[in-house]
């Protein structure tokens, strides 16, 4: 068919072939004596095969529409051999696999990895630096300097929280902000029994931290003690990891101090005391203090009263009332590991330390050893949440308590009092 022709006209698709480009004639073709076949010999007793190489022979000169016939016939005979190889080498047999790759929906973190050193803590120090402060304050003796963090908002005032014993002498108080602002302090008052101390500023447009819990500490948690950053050089910061969560220390007063959070790291130095301990969030979790320890192993430590102790004293000291400290009479408690809980049929608890003599704990019959499971209808899943609810508690009041004693469950009430003097 000629480029220019329809598709209505009759005819095959493509034209035939001339003869002479066929390796077929069809006997009306065939001039006499012609053979049939382009390789076949006139004489049938000669041979046929090898004439069909032999007796080819440069063709005349064809219109254009033969030569593009003869490529399509040839594409699909090429076409179709192909696919019979592939066939037969089973090339069209192999089974194929689609390989989808899968990205991870969040990362795996184990207890190495949380406690090792990658913890970004330059950016949680830079956080937490405008809600620490320095105190100056003006003694008989010289100026003692310490650190102090932002605590509570009143209506003209902001309240700083700090060691106790860095204002428990008197004397004028200055506190000066990362700002560079310096402002006279009033001290609203201090505790002794939790060594620590409120005092009052003019407010400001100041950054208050996030509160966290000691409830929400384990063992081996990283954690960070914040001093506040001076005109000499950026502050002290001193990492650590979590190695107690109710710890007890003895005092060269002849006291001792009882649910403290313990830090694995160095003493900190005294321009330090009374600055922030936070978690790898920026939380603060604890308010650092400076201890004359009895115990020479105590003297390498970092001690801090819980965050959950500090709000009940400072709500107290800003009331103006006298400061009270819910006392079971349980220290040093540890957290249950999963694998004596496990064995405990338990999902979580407190394990008692050590139990002071003449307490609410000893006159229950609580023992060392014996595991806090419940305190105020609420459930104790470690040391940290046992200092969380006592917290909460009312010192006189009756409050519902379970715990496991000789492999026994045992719920009852306990009256909690008041922290006597010297505990």
């Known amino acids: 068919m000629e480029p220019d022709d329809g598709p209505e006209e009759e005819g095959p698709f493509f034209a035939w072939l001339p003869p002479d480009d ?17 390789g076949d010999n006139p004489d049938p ?10 007796t080819l022979l440069p063709a005349p000169p064809r219109p254009v529409t033969r030569i593009w016939g003869v490529a399509i016939i040839a594409g699909l005979v090429g076409a179709l051999a192909a696919s019979g190889v592939g066939m037969v080498s089973g090339m069209f047999a192999q089974p194929t696999t689609v390989v989808s790759a899968v990205m991870p929906t969040g990362p795996v973190v184990s207890l190495a990895s949380a406690t090792n050193s990658t913890v970004d803590w330059t950016a949680v120090d830079d956080a937490i630096a405008p809600s620490v402060v320095s105190i100056g ?25 700090t060691d106790s014993s860095l204002v428990d002498g008197g004397g004028a108080v200055d506190v000066t902000f990362l700002s560079g602002q310096q402002y006279q302090a009033d ?8 060594g620590l101390a409120l005092i009052a500023v003019p407010r400001r447009h100041q950054i208050f931290p996030t509160l966290g819990s000691v409830a929400d500490l384990q063992l081996a948690n990283p954690v960070l003690a914040v001093g506040a950053r001076t005109a000499a050089g950026p502050g002290s910061v001193f990492p650590g990891s979590i190695s107690a969560e109710d710890s ?14 313990t830090v694995s790291n160095a003493s900190i130095p005294g321009s330090a005391a009374g600055g922030p301990l936070v978690d790898q969030q920026g939380q603060v979790v604890g308010i650092t203090v400076s201890l004359d320890a009895t115990d020479p192993s105590d003297q390498d430590l970092t001690f801090a009263v819980p965050v959950d102790v500090a709000k009940q004293v400072a709500t107290q000291l800003l009331d103006r009332v006298a400061v009270t400290h819910p006392w079971l009479g349980v220290y040093d ?8 809980a496990h064995q405990l049929g338990l ?30 209808g609420e459930p104790v899943t470690s040391s940290g949440t046992l200092t969380q609810l006592l917290c909460q508690a009312q010192p006189g009041h009756r409050t519902v308590i379970a715990y496991l004693h ?10 909690v009092s008041d922290q006597p003097p010297g505990y």
């Open 22 to 38: 066929r390796l077929w004639r069809h006997p009306s073709e065939a001039a006499d004596g012609e053979p049939l076949w382009a």
């Open 45 to 54: 007793s000669g041979p046929r095969g090898p004439a069909l190489v032999t």
């Open 137 to 161: 304050v003006s003694t008989a003796s010289g100026q003692a300097s310490g650190s102090g963090v932002l605590f509570m908002a009143g209506t003209s005032k902001v309240y700083v929280i």
């Open 187 to 194: 001290i609203v008052g201090y505790d002794q029994t939790s």
């Open 248 to 261: 007890e220390v003895g005092l060269t007063s002849g006291s001792a101090m009882q649910n403290l959070i």
């Open 333 to 340: 408690a540890q957290d249950l590991t999963s694998a004596v």
């Open 347 to 376: 999902t979580g608890g407190a394990l008692v330390g050590q139990v002071w003599p003449d307490s609410p704990a000893s006159r229950l019959g609580l023992d060392a050893n014996d595991v806090i499971t419940s305190f105020n």
């Open 406 to 415: 000789n492999g026994k469950l045992v719920q009852t009430s306990v009256v």
